[in-house]
Every structure is written in structure tokens, then in C-alpha cells.
């Protein structure tokens, strides 16, 4: 009996059975077992690298209740003092602003991160004296001064409005009005050199400068021009005012009285000031400041604002920049519509 007619061996079994298809096929089953062979050896490659990190994690799980005993959080790393000046120690004039200039980068950097150290002593505190501290505690700029051996954080604003306007420079004479505790003066004879005339003035006693002169006394009494002049020993190249009267806590009350005290600045300043010399001065923001920066104009070439990152964001100071001191002027009569000095307010806050 005929067997019945069936479909014939595919195309692909008969290329197999030829000798070329057996050697096409004998190459694709040693590439597949090849690359089976690799997976094997990276999952086993994987298992032991796993195996061996295993400890450390657990070395870790273990350090973090230490970590949360000693105060619940991280915190960040003190910046670097990089700059050789310290409390009392003038460094050379370059290698102080490359100090500060890391330095302060390394504050602005650490002003990124979030810090949570807490007041430990709050109690018997006003909320007001709590809240003044937890951002002392928290502020890079005040573990950045202390670091560098500053007395305040105001250095970093007079550091960073140096590195703008190149105010500091080596062998100037120098005034600092309101200059207790001493951080602007430090930053002075730090960047100006042992051959500048530095000379620190305050109303208030404050400990000695090294590389400055300090005198006690108030701008507005008479003699103190005079005693400015002989401490310099000539004219002033630059005019530094950092001065605030006691807050008072009203807003308008403040900004008038610290508005007065600039006037006087600017009143000393051009008693002692050397023709294109600069005056810097620190304003609070609030409108009456127009009367003193038209006067600026008239006595300087260029008038500035600068508000430099050290200084506060929630604050409303803010400081005014005039360079090119264009000597002194005769100075007019009073003008019939201006206000009776005595009817002003003392900005000393008597």
C-alpha cells in the first residue's frame, strides 16, 4: 500500500543537514553557552560584592544612634581657616584677601545648608533673646569670623564690598567711625599693610587693634577732627561708618536717628578726607535718605549703593559707596526753610 502523499523536509532541516548548516549551528550554540557563561560570572561577581558591603552597612546602622544621642543632627563642618590673620595678627596684604576670599566662600557656601542647632538655654529667655540666638548658632558668617579670628561678622561686609569697589589699599590712611568691636579695622590692616595709618574711633571703650589706633570719642564734639588729623598724620584716603545708634524698635524712629548720625559721618569725612578720597556709610532704608545722597553727588564723582551678601536679607541696611572726594567746600548759610538744629533728634539717642 502507497504511502500518502505528506509535505517534504523544510528548507530550514535540509541547509541543517548539510555540512556548512552543521557548522552554522555549532557556532551559534558555543556563542549562546559563551554568553551564558558571562551572566553566570557577573551575577556571581554581584552575590560577593554584596556579600562585602554588607558589614559597613551594619557598621553604620550601629554609629547612627551614637549620632542621635549626641544631638539628633549633623552639624556642619566649621569653615577652613585659610588665612593666616587672627585675633591681633595682620597678615600681608594678597595673601589676606585670598584668605578671606575662601574664607567667605566657604561662609556663602555653608549659608546653603540648613543648620538646626537648637538654644540650650532658653529658659528664663525673652522669645525675642531665643530667637537671636538660634541665628547667632546658625549663621556661617559667625562661625566664619571666628574661625578667621574676627570680632564680628561685619568684617565679611566690609571684606566683600573690598573685593568690589577696591576700597583697601596698601598704605592708606584710614578712619573708622563706630569701629567697636573692631572687625572692620582688623580687615583694614590686614589688606592695607604695616605702612598704612589706620585709626579706629568710638564712642565706646573697646580693646586694642594690633596695627590700628584707637580713640575714644564722639564725632560730633568738637575736637575730635583735630585729633583725627594727628592721629593719621595728614588727610584720610578713606572714610569708614559702620555706625548705628541703640534700635529703639520703631521702624521711622530709627532710620531718622541713624539718618543723623550718617550726616555727621558725611560732615566729618569732608573735614578730613584727602582730595579723591571715599567715603562708605551705612544707611537703613526707609526714604529719608534722598537730602543725604543729593549731597554725596555734589561731593563726590560716583555715589553707590551696596548691599553685600554678608549683610542680612531681612534687613533694611544697606550701605552707600562715594568715591572721588572732590575737596572741600565753602560752606553756605543755612537755608531760611531748613529746620532749627535743636528741633532735630540727638542721633546718639540721648
Known amino acids: 500500500m502507497a504511502k500518502p502523499p505528506g509535505k517534504g523536509p523544510s528548507r530550514a532541516s535540509r541547509t541543517a543537514q548539510t555540512p556548512a548548516g552543521r557548522t552554522q549551528a555549532g557556532r551559534t550554540q558555543a556563542a549562546k553557552a559563551k554568553l551564558a557563561g558571562a551572566h553566570a560570572a557577573r551575577t556571581e561577581a554581584g552575590r560577593a560584592k554584596a556579600g562585602k558591603a554588607a558589614p559597613g552597612k551594619a557598621a553604620a546602622g550601629k554609629a547612627s544612634p551614637a549620632g542621635s544621642a549626641a544631638g539628633g543632627t549633623r552639624a556642619a563642618k566649621p569653615p577652613a581657616a585659610d588665612a593666616p590673620a587672627g585675633k591681633g595678627q595682620a597678615s600681608k596684604v594678597g595673601a589676606g584677601k585670598a584668605g578671606a576670599g575662601k574664607a567667605r566662600a566657604t561662609a556663602q557656601s555653608a549659608a546653603g545648608r540648613q543648620l538646626t542647632e537648637r538654644v540650650k538655654t532658653a529658659r528664663g529667655r525673652k522669645t525675642s533673646s531665643q ?80 596695627g590700628a589706633e584707637v580713640l575714644l570719642g564722639d564725632i560730633l564734639d568738637a575736637e575730635t577732627p583735630a585729633r583725627i588729623r594727628a592721629a593719621l598724620d595728614g588727610p584720610a584716603d578713606l572714610v569708614l561708618s559702620d555706625m548705628a545708634p541703640p534700635a529703639t524698635g520703631h521702624r521711622q524712629t530709627d532710620h531718622i536717628r541713624i539718618m543723623a548720625l550718617c550726616e555727621a559721618a558725611l560732615d566729618l569725612a569732608c573735614e578730613v578726607l584727602a582730595p579723591d578720597g571715599s567715603f562708605l556709610c551705612k544707611v537703613l532704608q526707609g ?34 559707596i562715594a568715591q572721588g572726594f572732590r575737596g572741600a567746600r565753602e560752606v553756605e548759610g543755612p537755608d531760611p526753610g531748613d529746620p532749627d538744629p535743636g528741633d532735630l533728634p540727638d542721633p546718639r539717642g540721648g
Request: proline share 7%.
Open 131 to 210: 530667637r537671636w540666638l538660634q541665628r547667632q548658632l546658625n549663621d556661617p558668617y559667625v562661625a566664619a569670623a571666628k574661625a578667621q579670628g574676627y570680632r564680628s561678622r561685619a568684617a565679611w561686609k566690609l571684606a566683600e564690598m573690598d573685593d568690589r569697589f577696591r576700597l583697601l589699599k596698601p598704605g592708606a590712611r584710614i578712619l573708622d567711625l563706630g569701629a567697636a568691636p573692631g572687625g572692620w579695622a582688623q580687615v583694614a590692616v590686614e589688606r592695607c599693610g604695616r605702612n598704612a595709618r589706620i585709626v579706629a574711633l568710638d564712642i565706646n571703650p573697646m580693646d586694642p587693634v594690633p
Open 287 to 320: 526714604g529719608a535718605e534722598g537730602s543725604l545722597l543729593q549731597r554725596m553727588k555734589l561731593d563726590f564723582r560716583t555715589v553707590r549703593h551696596a548691599k553685600p551678601p554678608a549683610s542680612r536679607s531681612d534687613s533694611a541696611e544697606a550701605y552707600v
